[in-house]
Every structure is written in C-alpha cells, then in structure tokens.
C-alpha cells in the first residue's frame, strides 16, 4: 500500500489548519490556530472603557448642539433659495420633455 502526501488546507472560517489524506478523502489531522488573549492587559482595559464614557458623552454634545440649530439652517437655506426664486423665475424648473417640440 502506498501513501500519497497529505493536502494541507487552511480553513477560510475558522483559520485552522487541515490535513486531507485525498486517497482516502477523508480529514486526518485538524490544527486550530493560536489566538491571543482579547484583553492582555486588564488595567489598560479598564481605562480605556472608563475613557469610553466621556466620548459618548462629547459625541452626544455635538450632535445635540447640530440638532439645535437645524432649523435655523434650514430656514436660512429655505431663505436662499426663496429670494434665488424671486429673481430667476426659472430657477429650478427643469426643461420637460414637451418643451423640446
């Protein structure tokens, strides 16, 4: 009986390693991947989370200062392009198919 050479194949999911006798198409060895620790350094964690909060915070600020002064750009938008109206009776009217006749 002869041996072929096992087909080492990485899985594209998971990152582990295969090794597939393809004779007898079957799996042989299954090798999973070394992975680090999520979190290596507790206090560093810790402080970053801690650091989280006043992000949220300043993003929340912003946002809510944005949101307070919409209507006024709104309006001042609206203001515009109503006098860009009044000048330009054309303004924004786009030509219509029938106009080219």
Not at 18 to 24: F, G, S, W
Not at 30 to 53: F, Q, R, T, Y
């Amino acid at each position: 009986m002869t041996f072929m050479a096992l087909i080492e194949v990485k899985c594209p999911c998971c990152d582990s390693t295969l090794k597939i006798d393809p004779q007898l198409q079957a799996v042989i060895s299954h090798a999973e991947p070394v992975n680090a620790p999520l979190i290596e350094d507790l206090a560093s964690a810790v402080a970053k989370l801690k650091g989280e909060a006043g992000r949220r915070e300043d993003a929340f600020q912003k946002s809510f200062q944005n949101e307070k002064k919409s209507k006024d750009v709104l309006n001042r938008k609206f203001d515009e392009l109503f006098e860009q109206a009044k000048a330009d009776p054309n303004f924004g009217k786009k030509p219509r198919d029938i106009d080219f006749d």
